[in-house]
């Protein structure tokens, strides 16, 4: 048998892989419809989240006030 290496490459710290991590509250009635849909998609509520915010913030508009 051969000797391999296992070779293996420095992780990067957190933080530096693109993704912030932070706390929210919620209502539990959204916590709920996030389990349930979850538990019915098999998708994790992370990642449901990140793409409910994604979504949210692609069709968010800011009206600026006018004098």
Do not use: W
């Amino acid at each position: 048998m051969q000797n391999e290496n296992l070779v293996k490459k420095p992780k990067k710290a957190k933080g530096e892989d693109g993704y912030k991590v932070f706390s929210i509250r919620v209502k539990e009635e959204v916590v709920a419809k996030i389990e349930d849909i979850s538990a019915r998609t098999g998708h994790s509520r992370n990642e449901l989240i990140g793409t409910f915010l994604e979504y949210a913030l692609d069709k968010c508009v800011v009206e600026e006030e006018k004098d």
